[in-house]
């Protein structure tokens, strides 16, 4: 149980978590600039619950939930609750990095609180009914929703993202960037009756396998739906009754005709690399298709930003890659840590390193391993196999996995001669801006 301002947190190499209880966090700190901070835990059927404000407008109340590994599959729901009693002060919760598996990831259970919600690079996996996030908001509310994936994995969740704003309630949901998979219904954006001034920007969302993407429920909300792509939606795109609506630059694939009046539609393939993975391929008509103006801040679903505009959640990049130097002060015996500008929470990644110089040491680049660790902030370790120390200063070349299109080559006798290999690929052949990088598998 917390009451003060405070950073709880796992240490860089052990195992922090929390199983069959209950985290209470209370942030009634008076003053301003207060800071709850929960990072790199993992909770097990544990949830958390945030009871936030005080009575003095002066204060600040900032909660942030960091790198948590939320398993929650008991009949608790939600698993991040959140409740503000006193409304008077400024309140802040925000989750980044969360990974969530279970029913509702986060919502409120009492009566509609007041203040600003941004979730941000999280997936949540639905295993059962409910929804990642689940939220009745009151008074002055912001919602952003960003960079985050929700999937449907259990046949029966109902809605992946639903925000609903209460009697006299204003606000902005801003939902960008963000991949929506397999729920009946993607979205639900809901106003209450006699709502304040009350706006829903969805903008360069991927929403996939839906009964219908958006359901919309209020004639007092306004709502921009900007460079979006809708594929696979089995029955209706937009369920709505708004008191405005603009639809600007979609993209539709295998979904019904749309029966509002929009701008500039896009109705193709969009090209995903795969069943399962929504990046774009190279050819894809929603490359470099976007309305500039209407693109959300940020970069896109990877955190990458282009110089020409696209339709969804992913820029087209034909790789991603850095540098990182094992130094003292990030390395220990045969282990050095990638930092997570090179490394994003929860991506493979590939690593070479970088011989400058020989004879080769004496643990030669091929005896390199990696692996990221799952509850201690998902750091990304490399590390000699042989035990060897790293050895510092050492460069080696990082490539995030989720930022290339790849595949494994064998060798056999129709491919190689002597000592050269030839990687026929078409993604590779008669491309002068392809950048192959090539690893050695054991």
């Known amino acids: 149980s917390i009451t003060k301002p405070i950073t709880l947190r796992s240490a860089p190499l052990a195992r922090g978590r929390i199983r069959n209880a209950t985290l209470f966090l209370t942030a009634n700190f008076a003053g301003p600039g207060n800071r709850y ?29 960091r790198g948590l590994d939320i398993v929650s599959q008991v009949s608790f729901d939600p698993a991040i609750r959140i409740r503000t009693p006193q409304v008077s002060s400024r309140k802040l919760v925000q989750v980044q990095h969360l990974r969530f598996l279970g029913r509702t990831g986060i919502g409120s259970i009492e009566a509609p609180p007041v203040l600003d919600l941004e979730v941000e690079d999280s997936q949540f996996t639905l295993a059962d009914t409910s929804g990642g996030v689940r939220f009745v908001f009151s008074g002055q509310s912001d919602a952003t929703i960003r960079r985050s994936r929700f999937e449907n994995r259990s046949g029966n969740s109902d809605v992946c993202v639903n925000i609903q704003y209460a009697l006299g309630s204003n606000g902005t949901m801003d939902i960008a960037r963000n991949v929506v998979v397999g729920c009946p219904t993607g979205m639900r954006l809901y106003g209450a009756p006699a709502i304040g001034s009350v706006v829903a ?86 490359v470099n298709s976007g309305r500039f103006a209407s693109i959300p801040p940020g970069g896109d679903f990877d955190g990458h930003r282009n110089d020409l505009a696209t339709i969804g959640a992913f820029d087209f990049r034909t790789g991603g890659s850095g540098e990182h130097v094992a130094t003292p002060e990030n390395s220990f015996s045969n282990v050095t840590v990638i930092p997570d500008s090179l490394s994003r929470w929860f991506a493979p990644v590939h690593v070479q390193s970088l011989v400058e110089g020989f004879p080769l040491p004496a643990w030669a680049p091929n005896h390199l391993g990696v692996y990221s660790t799952s509850t201690t902030g998902q750091l990304t370790f490399l590390f000699s196999q042989n035990q060897g120390p790293i050895g510092t200063p050492r460069r080696f070349h990082v490539l995030d996995s989720s930022l290339f299109q790849g595949r494994t080559e064998l060798v056999d006798a129709t491919n190689q001669s002597a000592n050269l290999m030839v990687i026929d690929w078409s993604e590779l052949d008669a491309r002068p801006d392809a950048r192959p990088i090539v690893m050695q598998r054991a």
Do not use: K, M, W
């Open 37 to 65: 901070v929960i990072e790199g835990i993992q909770f097990i059927d544990a949830p958390i619950d945030l009871t936030l404000g005080t009575n003095d407008g002066a204060d600040e109340q900032t909660v942030l939930l």
């Open 201 to 286: 920007r969805v903008r360069n969302n991927t929403l996939r396998q839906h009964v219908r993407a958006i359901q919309f429920a209020s004639d007092t909300l306004g709502a921009e739906i900007d460079n979006n792509i809708f594929s696979e939606i089995r029955s209706t795109v937009f369920d709505q009754e708004l008191a405005s609506l603009t639809i600007r630059n979609n993209l539709y694939h295998r979904t019904p005709a749309v029966a509002q009046n929009q701008d500039s539609p896009v109705f193709a393939d969009p090209g995903f690399a795969s069943a399962v993975d929504e990046h774009l391929l190279p050819d894809s008509l929603a």
